[in-house]
């Protein structure tokens, strides 16, 4: 979910009904506010929801679409969760950082001091396993790429993000440590690209098996006896 960029992207472009979910109430009223700005509030829905035990009832969605969320977390439990709330046919779209060669532990150590203890990119197989772990088939990377040298594509790509600038302005002005921060983080990413690319995780929830005459029948018995 986040500041609501893509889902009231994707409300605005396709049509469909969506619900978007962060774990940070702020990010939710900023989402909310983007709704209305963008005039699609009733394509668009945002709650406040934790990913390893998000608050829907099993097989209640069509599609997931995430950016930069499993690579923080325990992946395998986070796509177990995703794979519950997905109806049968169900896709996942997952866009994640991945590494592309092995990082060296100053590399790694430098990498966490800057995104957090938690940030852990996989290889591209090691994301296709984790989610075929989770149940998941039809397992695939969409659009693999290497993390080229395009700051002034990503500037100008943030820049049309208004809510995002906004936050990050005042942000900037009564916190005058984040800059630097920022900063920081920007040149660890521009010093070790080649060792980083990204991609769309991507799989379908299977169908359920059929039941034989004999697995229908003895289904139909032990409800009876609930």
Do not use: H
Not at 72 to 98: H, I, S, T
Not at 111 to 131: I, K, R, Y
Not at 196 to 218: A, E, Q
Request: with cysteine; charged share 30%.
């Amino acid at each position: 979910c986040g500041s609501g960029l893509s889902a009231c992207y994707l409300a605005k472009t396709v049509g469909c009904k969506i619900l978007g979910a962060d774990i940070n109430p702020q990010m939710i009223e900023k989402a909310r506010l983007r709704a209305k700005k963008e005039g699609v509030e009733d394509l668009v829905e945002f709650r406040v929801a934790d990913a390893y035990a998000l608050p829907f009832k099993d097989n209640s969605f069509d599609l997931i679409v995430c950016e930069s969320i499993a690579v923080f977390l325990d992946k395998e439990k986070v796509y177990r969760e995703f794979y519950r709330v997905l109806r049968p046919e169900g896709r996942l779209a997952d866009l994640e950082m991945a590494i592309l060669r092995e990082l060296p532990p100053q590399v790694r150590s430098q990498m966490q001091d800057c995104f957090g203890a938690s940030t852990n990119p996989l290889a591209f197989e090691e994301w296709m396993q984790v989610l075929g772990q989770a149940g998941f088939e039809e397992v695939d990377i969409i659009n693999p790429q290497p993390l080229k040298n395009n700051g002034n594509v990503l500037i100008n790509e943030l820049k049309k993000d208004w809510v995002l600038v906004k936050d990050l302005t005042a942000k900037i002005r009564s916190q005058p440590s984040l800059l630097p921060r920022l900063q920081k983080n920007a040149n660890f990413m521009k010093r070790n690209r080649s060792y980083y690319g990204f991609g769309v995780v991507y799989g379908r929830k299977p169908l359920p098996p059929k039941l034989g005459f004999k697995d229908w029948l003895l289904t139909k018995i032990l409800r009876k006896k609930a």
